[in-house]
């Protein structure tokens, strides 16, 4: 059975940090393209950052330059350090584990960033 499993999220000042784990189990791990997308109130889901089985990385504009994805393969679980967050960064983040038709969903953690 897979598990997508997020954890980090929480309440953050604007200019502070957050870094969001994702574990997966039941896949082959290191063949899977990893991905955080992110849905903000009233708005569609959308790619903040992915990571692919070689290790290649690409980001939203919006969040170029503050957020950095990796993974650990032998902890089966993907990373998403976020620095100097915005208002506009508040969202449920979601973990997306992709290998050629296989697609997998964690179920989201939410982050919010307010004074």
């Known amino acids: 059975q897979v598990q997508v499993v997020e954890s980090g999220g929480g309440l953050v000042q604007p200019g502070g940090s957050l870094r969001l784990s994702c574990a997966a189990s039941?896949?082959?791990?290191?063949?899977?393209?990893l991905a955080w997308y992110r849905q903000a109130p009233g708005k569609q889901r959308e790619l903040v950052a992915g990571?692919?089985?070689?290790?290649?990385?690409n980001y939203a504009e919006s969040v170029k330059g503050r957020f950095t994805i990796s993974r650990d393969n032998a902890k089966n679980t993907v990373y998403l350090q976020m620095n100097s967050l915005k208002p506009e960064d508040t969202a449920v983040y979601y973990c997306n584990a992709n290998f050629i038709f296989n697609n997998y969903w964690g179920q989201g953690t939410q982050v919010i960033v307010s004074s």
């Open positions: 039941g896949i082959t791990f290191s063949r899977y393209t």
């Open positions: 990571i692919n089985s070689g290790g290649g990385t």
